[in-house]
């Protein structure tokens, strides 16, 4: 058996190792028509879909960028917002700080200017009542120097004329001795 493929294959005298002609001009074709379908349909879809993804993957990156820009803006707004924030607070708290010194300078004005008024309507108060007081002690005294001088004569001092010129010397007397004891 062995023998019969021996000679078998001897009889052609072809040598398996070397391909067919044929058969190679046959593949040959069908991977050029192969090769021309892939790069003529196949490879421009690859190419479509890669630039549009590499466009995805762009404009992802710009609008990114974009966002962090934006974002970046508003932070540095937001903070120069609080800075003037504060810069106001601190503005208006001195402000109160002065209006209130203002206020309370008024206000100590206000009492000093009322207590002024108290004192000096106390003081014309207690002089009307000094007035009033001496007034009406000397209407008393007068009527008990009259009285005392009436009884120490001996005789009536009921005649007005003579018992107002008898008190006011009397007071008058008084005062005199007042002044030299104060001094």
Do not use: C
Not at 7 to 22: D, F, H, I, Q, R
Not at 93 to 118: F, H, M, N, P, T
Request: no cysteine; aromatic share 4%; net charge negative.
């Amino acid at each position: 058996m062995n023998q019969v493929i021996i000679s078998a294959a001897t009889e052609g005298e072809t040598n398996p190792l070397v391909p067919n002609v044929w058969e190679m001009g046959v593949v040959l074709v069908g991977f050029a028509v192969l090769m021309f379908i892939v790069v003529k349909f196949i490879v421009p879809m690859f190419e479509k879909t890669f630039a549009e993804r590499a466009e995805a993957i762009e404009g992802g990156i710009a609008k990114a960028e974009k966002a962090q820009a934006e974002a970046s803006a508003a932070l540095e707004e937001y903070k120069q917002q609080l800075t003037d924030a504060r810069a106001e607070a601190n503005r208006i708290r001195e402000e109160a700080r002065a209006e209130g010194a203002q206020i309370l300078a008024d206000l100590k004005e206000k009492a000093a200017a009322e207590s002024a008024r108290i004192t000096a309507q106390a003081h014309v108060q207690i002089e009307s009542e000094r007035q009033a007081a001496v007034v009406s002690l000397r209407s008393e005294v007068g009527t008990l120097a009259t009285t005392l001088a009436g009884r120490i004569v001996g005789e009536a001092l009921s005649d007005d004329e003579r018992s107002a010129r008898v008190v006011d010397r009397f007071l008058a007397d008084l005062e005199t001795q007042n002044a030299g004891a104060a001094k």
